[in-house]
């Protein structure tokens, strides 16, 4: 059930911004399952249950994903390096891997690619409803370059202008420099714009402090932040909620 919290008072929604991974598609399995078998076929046999708890540890203290001040150039090798450290972290407590930098090329590879992630069922049909309402769309998120082949391999990129990746935007969530480049791209104020994403801290926080209205999908029920913003728990619940508008 939503709560009641209500959209009625911004009556000027032009632009809906998305986050990517949480909101729009979510991983294809799972990052233990994952991390786990690509270990296993470069000779590390590790359980998907420590691969798991070590991935969400390590991404949960991780510096921001962004790279401020750094060159175009620069980026694809601070993304990369970026990921490594990570991924290095999560290894480094399950003993030796002679493989790992073979191991981790194949991992930041995978990633890359559209068969790693799926779509929410409701993602795509949610998408094409708001663009035919006159909406226009745009993506927020921390992520790396590899989010444009992402969108692109799943056949929703053409749905956004601007797509923008934290690490070339040159700021991360919950920062109000990555909304400011986002809205900036689309000409617009922050009351014309809407953001949509499953965290608290990095999207509804965000949005807030940049302005924008913000809504929160909150697909598990665990997040109990939901007095101060709206709350679907499927993207398409997002049509019901704009009707408001």
């Not at 949960?60 to 980026?75: D, E, K, L, R």
């Not at 999207?203 to 679907?232: F, M, N, Y």
């Amino acid at each position: 059930m939503l709560n009641t919290f209500t959209l009625s008072s911004r009556m000027d929604i032009r632009v809906i911004f998305l986050d990517a991974a949480g909101t729009l598609f979510r991983v294809n399995g799972s990052v233990g399952e994952t991390y786990a078998r690509l270990a296993r076929e470069h000779g590390k046999i590790v359980s998907v249950q420590d691969l798991e708890a070590g991935f969400r540890r390590c991404f949960a203290t991780a510096p921001p994903m962004a790279f401020p001040g750094a060159g175009a150039a620069q980026i694809p090798r601070l993304e990369r390096a970026w990921w490594h450290d990570l991924v290095q972290q999560v290894f480094t407590p399950l003993g030796p891997f002679p493989g790992f930098e073979a191991y981790f090329t194949a991992l930041y590879d995978f990633f890359a690619e559209p068969q790693a992630w799926q779509l929410y069922p409701e993602a795509s049909q949610t998408l094409t409803a708001l663009h035919a309402r006159g909406y226009r769309l745009g993506v927020i998120s921390n992520f790396d370059a590899r989010l444009f082949g992402v969108l692109d391999g799943l056949d929703i990129g053409h749905f956004f202008d601007p797509i923008v990746a934290s690490t070339h935007a040159g700021a991360a969530k919950p920062e109000t420099a990555i909304f400011q480049k986002a809205l900036a791209g689309c000409g617009i104020q922050p009351q014309e714009a809407l953001h949509i994403g499953d965290s608290y801290e990095l999207d509804i926080v965000g949005a807030q402090q940049a302005g924008l209205t913000p809504v929160l999908i909150e697909r598990s029920g665990r997040q109990q932040h939901t007095e101060d913003c709206h709350v679907v728990r499927r993207l398409d619940e997002l049509l019901t909620a704009l009707e408001s508008l």
